[in-house]
C-alpha cells in the first residue's frame, strides 16, 4: 500500500545515544537510527539539536578540532545517506560561517546536503548561554557555503523544502519557545510539516508546558509538528536531558516518545497532509505574507508502501473521548438550549409543539426543549408532546413516548392518524396496500400537519426533531418531518445524538426517567412507516436499507471537514474500522452515501434554522453551498 499516494508521508523524531564531543560515536547512532527508520518507512526522520556533537559541549564548541570532527562527520554522514531514496534526515551541528560559529540543521538526502538552517533566537538566560559560543541566523543573509566542493545554501529566515508529498520547514529549540516563531512564517508559506531539533533540558512541569507549546504551533500554523530533543546522554555537570519526542497534527497528539532512555528512542507516526492542505484551503487568511519569500529547496523522494497506516483514526468523529465527554456533550447541549431560547425570546412565543415519536430524536428534542423552558422559568406544560401512532408504530416506541413525556411533565397530546392517511389514500386514489413512498410519505406529512397546524391553534413553534445524518442523507419527507419552524437537532449526527442522549441519561436524570432513556437508545433506529411484524416488533430498520448510522457520519465527517475524495474515505474507512466491517461492505455503503447526498441536496436547500454545534454543518445559508442538481458521476466513477 502505497501511503503517499493517499495523502499521507510518514515521519520519525528521534533521540539517539551520545557521547559529549564524540563525533564518531554519534554519526554511528544516528546511522543506527536511519536504518531503524527505514525498516519503519520512514521518510524524513529528524535528531535533536547539534546531535553531530552533542548539545552539552560547552567552550569545546570553541575548539578548531571539534568543528571540522562535526563537519567530516556531517560528510560521513552524506556519504550514508546516498543509498537512500525514500528517506531524509535532518541533523544538527555547530558550522563556522563568516567568522561566527552557528547552530545549524543540515537537511540531508541521497543528492546530498539539501541546505543548512541556522537557528535563529539564540537563549541567553538562567542555565542557557548558549550567545557565548553561538551567532543568531539574523546576522547572516543568504548565501552558500562550500562543504567538500559543494556548493550548499544557507537562509538566514530559513527554507522550505518540497518533496513529492509534502513541503517542510525546520527550526531549532528556542524558536519555538518565541512570540513569533519561524514556523510561522513558513507555514504560511507552504511548509505542511515543521521539524523542530531541540536541546531542552528537564524541569519539574517543562514537560507538559514545553507538549502544550508543540501542539498550539502545530494549532495555529495548520501543520504537522515534529519535535526530538536530546536525550541522557548528554552531559549532566549542571542539567538533565530527557530524550523527549512527540508528534503533533494540527493541536492533536499523535505520537509521544519514551523519556528518561539510557537507549536510542524513535516514534513513528504518519501525517495527513490532505487534511491539512484541506484546512488551509478552507481559510482565506492562511495567504503567504508579503515580505521576502523564505528560499525553496526541491528534493528528490521515492514513495513508500507499508501494511498499514501508523496512525489511529476515530471510527467515530463526532463523539468525544472519554476524558472530554463532560464539557463537549454539555457545551452541545447547551448550544442546542440557547439556540431554542433566543428564537422563544425573539418570538415573544410562550409555547412549542413537538411530535414525540418514542425515537431517538425526537427524545433529544424533548430534553433539548424541557431544558430551554427552565432556563426561561417558563412552565414544562407549555411544552406540547404530541404523538402520533401510525400504521408502524409499535407498542415499544408509543409507550416509550407517552412515558417519556409524562415524566418530563410536559402536556400529552394522542393524535392517531391513521384513519385521516386512510382517507387521504383513498382520496387520491392509492391502494393502502401498496406499502411504497407514497404510503410512508402520506404518514410522515400528516403528522407534519398536524404540528403546524396545533402550533397555530397554540399560539406556539413547532420544534423540529431532525439530525444532520438524516440531512446528508435525505432520509426524511421532503414538507413531511424534514420541516419546521426551528431544528434543535439540525447539526448533531445520529452518532452524536445517542452519544447525547446516553450522557443526559447517566448523568441528569433520576432512575425512573433514566430507564425509559435507555430502552429508547436500544430500540432500533426507525421512522415506523411501514406495519410491524407479525411479532408486533418493528419491521422497518433504517441502517438495513441505508447502511449504519457510524458509517455515514465518518463518511460525512471526511467528506466536509477534509474534502476527502471517495478513494481516499474508502481507504481511511477501512483503517478505522478494521475488523468490523469488511472492505466491500465500506465501498457499498460509500456508494449508497454520495447517491443520497447528492440526490438530496434539494432538501437541504430549504431546511429550517437550528443551531450548529460542531465544524460539520450542512446549512445552505453557512456551511454548505451546492446545487441541488450537481451530478454525482465524478465521485461514483472514482470507486468503480
Not at 499521507?8 to 539517539?16: C, D, G, I, N, Y
Not at 531539533?197 to 498550539?216: D, I, M, P
Request: charged share 20%; net charge negative; glycine share 6%.
Amino acid at each position: 500500500m502505497n501511503i503517499n499516494e493517499y495523502g499521507f508521508v510518514r515521519v520519525a523524531a528521534a533521540s539517539p545515544k551520545v557521547r559529549v564531543a564524540d563525533c564518531d560515536y554519534n554519526v554511528s547512532e544516528i546511522k543506527s537510527m536511519i536504518d531503524a527508520a527505514e525498516d519503519k518507512n520512514a521518510q524524513i526522520i529528524c535528531f535533536p539539536e547539534l546531535s553531530i556533537t552533542s548539545y552539552s559541549c560547552g567552550d569545546l564548541f570553541f575548539q578548531t578540532a571539534l568543528q571540522q570532527k562535526a563537519v567530516e562527520a556531517l560528510s560521513d554522514l552524506t556519504g550514508f545517506m546516498k543509498e537512500k531514496l525514500s528517506l531524509i534526515a535532518i541533523v544538527g551541528l555547530p558550522l563556522l560561517l563568516k567568522n561566527s560559529l552557528y547552530n545549524v540543521a543540515a537537511v540531508i538526502s541521497h543528492e546530498g546536503v539539501l541546505g543548512f538552517v541556522p537557528k535563529t533566537y539564540i537563549p541567553n538566560n538562567n542555565e542557557f548561554y548558549e550567545k557565548r559560543w553561538f551567532a543568531g541566523s539574523r546576522d547572516l543573509n543568504d548565501f552558500f557555503t562550500e562543504i567538500n566542493g559543494e556548493s550548499i545554501p544557507v537562509s538566514f529566515d530559513g527554507m522550505i523544502f518540497h518533496t513529492p508529498f509534502a513541503s517542510f520547514g525546520v527550526e531549532i529549540c528556542e524558536d519555538l519557545w518565541m512570540p513569533v516563531p519561524p514556523s510561522s512564517k513558513l507555514a504560511m508559506q507552504g511548509a505542511d510539516i515543521i521539524f523542530n531539533l531541540s536541546a531542552s533540558n528537564e524541569l519539574v512541569g517543562k514537560n507538559a508546558y514545553r507538549k502544550s507549546l508543540v501542539l498550539q504551533q502545530s494549532g495555529r500554523c495548520n501543520a504537522a509538528y515534529v519535535y526530538a530533543s536530546a536525550g541522557c546522554g548528554e552531559s549532566s555537570t549542571d542539567l538533565v536531558f530527557s530524550g523527549a519526542t512527540t508528534i503533533a497534527e494540527n493541536a492533536r497528539l499523535l505520537a509521544e516518545g519514551k523519556r528518561f532512555s539510557l537507549d536510542n528512542e524513535m516514534i513513528v507516526s504518519d501525517i495527513d497532509i490532505t487534511a491539512l492542505r484541506s484546512d488551509r484551503l478552507k481559510n482565506s487568511n492562511f495567504i503567504p505574507p508579503r515580505e521576502k519569500s523564505v528560499p525553496e529547496i526541491a528534493c528528490a523522494l521515492e514513495a513508500v508502501c507499508v501494511e498499514r497506516l501508523d496512525r489511529e483514526f476515530n471510527p467515530h468523529p463526532f463523539i468525544p473521548s472519554p476524558e472530554k465527554e463532560d464539557e463537549h456533550l454539555s457545551e452541545v447541549f447547551n448550544i442546542q438550549t440557547a439556540g431554542l431560547a433566543k428564537r422563544l425570546l425573539h418570538t415573544g412565543v410562550r409555547t412549542i409543539t413537538i411530535g414525540v415519536s418514542g425515537g431517538l430524536d425526537s427524545t433529544l428534542a424533548l430534553l433539548v426543549a424541557v431544558k430551554t423552558f427552565d432556563l426561561l422559568n417558563l412552565p414544562r406544560q407549555n411544552i406540547i408532546g404530541i404523538t402520533m401512532p401510525g400504521f408502524g408504530t409499535t407498542g415499544r416506541t408509543y409507550n416509550n413516548a407517552l412515558a417519556l413525556m409524562k415524566s418530563a411533565g410536559v402536556t400529552v397530546k394522542e393524535i392517531p392518524i391513521v384513519n385521516a392517511v386512510t382517507q387521504h389514500l383513498k382520496d387520491i386514489g392509492h391502494d393502502i396496500n401498496l406499502h411504497d413512498v407514497t404510503y410512508e410519505n402520506a404518514q410522515a406529512r400528516e403528522r407534519t400537519q398536524i404540528l403546524m397546524d396545533y402550533a397555530n391553534k397554540t399560539g406556539g413553534l413547532v420544534v423540529g426533531t431532525g439530525n444532520l445524518s438524516e440531512l446528508a442523507l435525505g432520509w426524511a419527507t421532503y414538507n413531511g418531518d424534514h420541516m419546521s419552524m426551528y431544528g434543535v437537532n439540525t447539526s448533531v449526527p445520529k452518532t452524536l445524538v445517542a452519544s447525547l442522549t446516553r450522557w443526559i441519561a447517566d448523568t441528569q436524570m433520576e432512575e425512573r426517567p433514566r430507564k425509559i432513556l435507555q430502552d429508547i437508545l436500544d430500540t432500533p433506529f426507525s421512522p415506523e412507516l411501514l406495519p410491524a411484524d407479525k411479532e408486533g416488533k418493528i419491521a422497518q430498520k433504517t441502517e438495513h436499507f441505508i447502511g449504519p448510522y457510524e458509517l455515514h457520519d465518518f463518511f460525512l465527517h471526511r467528506m466536509l471537514r477534509y474534502g476527502d475524495p471517495p478513494k481516499r474515505i474508502c481507504f481511511i474507512a477501512q483503517h478505522a474500522f478494521v475488523n468490523r466491517y469488511p472492505p466491500e461492505e465500506i465501498l457499498k455503503w460509500l456508494k449508497v452515501f454520495y447517491k443520497r447526498f447528492f440526490a438530496q441536496q434539494f432538501k437541504r436547500s430549504c431546511m429550517p434554522d437550528g443551531p450548529k454545534v460542531g465544524s460539520v454543518n450542512l446549512s445552505p445559508r453557512g456551511d454548505w453551498r451546492m446545487p441541488s442538481d450537481a451530478t454525482v458521476r465524478l465521485w461514483l466513477d472514482e470507486l468503480e
